[in-house]
């Protein structure tokens, strides 16, 4: 005889109904019965046997990944980026039967959300959502297998695509226009997706005055390695690094 699971993820509501499969509404009244009283307060307790079939399945195909918290009593879930060379990165798993707990007064009720609002919260898609926050423009998917299928991971990388091309053109007004701090870490990100090769790519860094020249220097420089002034801001540091050798450092540090 087949499994809940196999009856969930294959049959319809109604054959899964008459097959003794709950759906939504049941497994509210199912929770509703199953309840402990201790100390006065009555727990309503979320029955063990419900179906964990048919899942959905988050994946990325980006570096971006996020540990979502969709709010007290919710379970976490944690979107894993793409590794480096491979299409996509592990599933987010979410189950089709999700309950989040709150206290009323001497009772606790838990509230039914199913798969596909759990899905839509993490990926910020749905009523009363910013097309702004679609997490598919960073390259998120939902799949209902596990492996994805090839048009799903192909229309991911289109979406993926189109942000990352609207990214690389923001960046670059904001390089004509001198904004090089309105240009942040998505913009970088989209570059190197891109493989293109420009003068913002990379972290905008705070200079200082050099004590010897006077000239800008990156902060955190241990030596000013330019021919004419070689001014060392960090003997240590350079020392470690191969810049100057310790005979080097004694001899100055002597001197002060």
Known sequence: MPSKNEIAATMTRSEAARAGIIDANTAVEKITTNSKRMYGFTRKMVPSDFPTEPKLYI??????????NLGPGFSGYEVKPCPAGKPYGEPCIVLPFNFFEEAKVDVTEHT????????????????????SMDRRRL???????????????????????????????????????????????MHRRAAQYLGQTVTWDKPQEKMVD????????REGAAVHATPY??????????????????KQMAEALDKE
């Open 112 to 131: 039914f959300t199913s798969g596909k609002q759990i899905v839509e919260a993490i990926l910020r898609i749905g009523p009363g959502m910013n097309a």
């Open 59 to 68: 994946y990325s195909i980006s570096e971006y990944g996020e540990q979502v």
């Open 139 to 185: 390259g998120w998917f939902v799949s209902d297998s596990n492996p994805p299928a090839d048009d799903e991971i192909a229309h991911a990388n289109t979406l993926y695509t189109a942000e990352c091309k609207r990214l690389f053109q923001e960046a670059n007004r904001y390089a004509s226009a001198n904004q090089l701090n309105e240009i942040n870490e």
């Open 229 to 246: 002034c070689g001014y060392v801001f960090d003997w240590p540091l350079a020392v470690k690094n191969g810049l100057r050798t310790r």
């Open 210 to 217: 050099c004590p010897g020249c006077k000239e800008k220097v």
